[in-house]
């Protein structure tokens, strides 16, 4: 995702955030999920980003003891369950896993892979996260194991019964956020109500880029939380936060700008979200989400691109000339935002840069 977004757009727009009510701590059957859910609303759709939750599944809270494979499995359907419990889906449990992914992003899962392949070395009996990829004997293990899973939960929990279960396995190509999101447009009803499960802030960025109306949440954990607790979650709502970016990204409507598109204006906002490097671009050194760089580029949007020349994009193509613009405004600027930052912080991110292969 992009580095240091989720906090920043949770600091600057604090109304999107609502606390998640959990009332999961003893597990799936703790609590009885076909009751009225807590959180004040009954969701149809709850869509899992899964490589989100076997990273997580993954990381070793003691560093001397080491994961196996089953422990890790264990922990993904523990995860699952849970998730499960504080959402409640009536209609559809969709879980999407990482598959192939395209070229852009094989570039920096090698560097990755590397780096991982090197932290082990001093431990070759911990599990190795290279083995996270589509291909490798664990996601095989995995994949049928999680059939193994639902087809049990379907049987023995009515809560499963109920519904409608599909697992995109990294046999499906395409990243796990990118197949959620294909299948969301490709859904017509609107009076639905929906969560997507993650901590990507790709996900906050490819819900904007839905033009239906959708009831979009994004459950995310709470990055507020203590690390020694049990992790809490929040939802960011994205019906409210297109609603900001409308009243922000508005010009003056007596400006002689073109005539006002909400939709196109969002997509050019995730566009330059996206010059603070993702997984498929490298990032532009000046800008840093922490720094509150995202006010400058929206002023420059605002009143030397759009309203003088036109929009950034046009469904999904870019405008080079009007992109071109907007980074030589930008560039008048970028001295004195890195002459303000301490010269350790360019430091650390050049280093950065340089270790992710951007």
């Not at 419990?85 to 560097?111: E, F, T, W």
Request: glycine fraction near 4%; include cysteine; charge should be neutral.
């Amino acid at each position: 995702g992009v580095r240091g977004f989720s906090r920043w757009l949770q600091r600057k727009y604090p109304d999107i955030i609502q606390q998640c009510v959990d009332k999961s701590e003893g597990g799936l059957y703790s609590v009885n999920i076909m009751q009225s859910n807590p959180n004040g609303i009954e969701f149809d759709n709850l869509y899992l980003d899964m490589n989100d939750i076997i990273h997580l599944s993954a990381e070793c809270d003691n560093q001397h003891i080491s994961k196996t494979e089953d422990d890790i499995i264990e922990m993904i359907f523990q995860y699952i369950d849970r998730i499960f419990s504080i959402i409640r889906p009536h209609k559809l449990l969709y879980m999407a896993i990482d598959g192939v992914a395209p070229r852009a992003k094989l570039n920096q899962q090698r560097c990755r892979c590397f780096r991982n392949a090197q932290n082990n070395s001093a431990n070759s009996e911990s599990f190795n996260k290279c083995h996270i990829q589509p291909g490798t004997s664990f996601m095989s293990k995995l994949s049928n194991y999680l059939r193994d899973y639902i087809y049990h939960r379907m049987n023995t929990n009515s809560a499963w019964q109920s519904i409608k279960v599909i697992l995109s396995d990294s046999n499906v190509p395409g990243e796990g956020e990118h197949k959620i999101f294909d299948f969301i447009r490709a859904q017509s009803d609107l009076n639905t109500y929906s969560v997507v499960y993650g901590n990507d802030s790709d996900l906050i960025l490819l819900g904007l880029t839905l033009h239906k109306t959708y009831n979009i949440k994004i459950l995310c954990e709470d990055f507020r939380s203590d690390n020694n607790q049990r992790k809490k979650y929040t939802f960011i709502d994205l019906k409210i936060l297109r609603r900001n970016l409308e009243n922000e990204l508005k010009i003056n409507p007596s400006s002689p700008a073109p005539q006002w598109n909400r939709d196109r204006a969002i997509d050019d906002w995730v566009l330059m979200c996206f010059l603070g490097g993702n997984d498929f671009l490298p990032n532009i050194p000046s800008i840093e989400f922490y720094e509150n760089v995202m006010d400058i580029l929206t002023d420059i949007y605002k009143h030397d691109v759009l309203k003088s020349h036109g929009y950034l994009t046009d469904n999904a193509q870019l405008n080079r000339n009007h992109l071109k613009i907007l980074l030589k405004y930008f560039s008048e600027k970028e001295n004195n935002i890195l002459q303000k930052r301490p010269k350790t912080n360019v430091s650390l991110r050049v280093v950065k840069s340089e270790a992710n292969g951007a």
